[in-house]
């Protein structure tokens, strides 16, 4: 019993294959991917192209070519006749994946990619906005002013934002330090030690290392300009030539610009 009821399905597949109808098209046509208009297009067939049917739904058939389905309007194929043999397949024609598209949905896609643009600028605007108010609301940090040390003993100049500590002076049990004032941008020069700081006003004039009171002589705020002197050997950086008073070393300072 098995065997009669496989031949009889092997008989009725060789019908089938035999019945399979050959249609050419009457023009060129879509392939769509479902019976409808509604469907997206597969490919594309030209006039007098030869394919076979699947199914005939009436309107719309199913269609073979080349190995791939699909489903055309049953109106625009032609049955072969027996007799008529089957002309050389022509190469699938590329697909323009918009060509369906009517103009109010091209025009929604564009309004939508218009519309995800200008989200994306609103919100980078708002990041932007966001992140300047949080550095408005942070904290300012100001930096620590520092200022000039001498030690009165041995000389040594510091340039801290606190008192050094006193011990280990070379030439006495502990250093003596006093204080020149805050740092700034103004060359100021001792006659009697020697001592060159930058300051914001001139320092004070008690405890210099020579035994004496400082002599201050302002050389100029700071500049990008060295300037030498032959005398005393300090180097300083102004904009314009020192003035020559109260050098260490002579009456007047003899500056040569470096």
Not at 23 to 32: A, C, D
Not at 61 to 90: C, H, T
Request: aromatic content about 8%; charged content about 25%; some cysteine.
């Amino acid at each position: 019993m098995r065997k009669v009821i496989l031949l009889l399905l092997v008989c009725q597949f060789a019908v089938t294959v035999a019945d399979a109808t050959l249609y050419t098209t009457t023009q060129e046509l879509k392939v769509r991917r479902g019976a409808g208009n509604k469907f997206d297009t597969y490919y594309k067939l030209k006039k007098s192209d030869t394919v076979e049917i699947l199914e005939n739904n009436g309107l719309w058939m199913k269609i073979i070519y080349r190995e791939k389905e699909g489903y055309v309007q049953s109106k625009f194929l032609k049955e072969i006749p027996e007799d008529n043999s089957i002309p050389e397949e022509a190469p699938l024609k590329d697909i323009d994946p918009y060509e369906d598209l009517d103009p109010k949905t091209l025009a929604g896609l564009i309004g939508a990619i218009l519309l995800m643009a200008g989200c994306r600028k609103l919100f980078e605007n708002y990041r932007k906005k966001k992140q300047a108010a949080v550095a408005a609301d942070a904290p300012v940090v100001k930096a620590k002013p520092s200022y000039w040390f001498v030690c009165k003993n041995c000389n040594q100049k510091l340039r801290t934002t606190a008192k050094p500590s006193s011990a280990y002076c070379l030439k006495a049990p502990d250093h003596d330090w006093i204080s020149l004032g805050q740092a700034g941008d103004n060359n100021y020069h001792c006659r009697h030690c020697g001592t060159t700081v930058l300051t914001t006003k001139q320092p004070t004039e008690k405890d210099c290392f020579a035994g004496v009171l400082h002599t201050w002589t302002d050389l100029g705020p700071i500049g990008t300009k060295h300037f030498y002197c032959r005398d005393c050997g300090i180097t300083v950086m102004t904009k314009e030539e020192p003035t020559n008073i109260n050098c260490s070393h002579a009456e007047a300072h003899r500056w040569a610009e470096l």
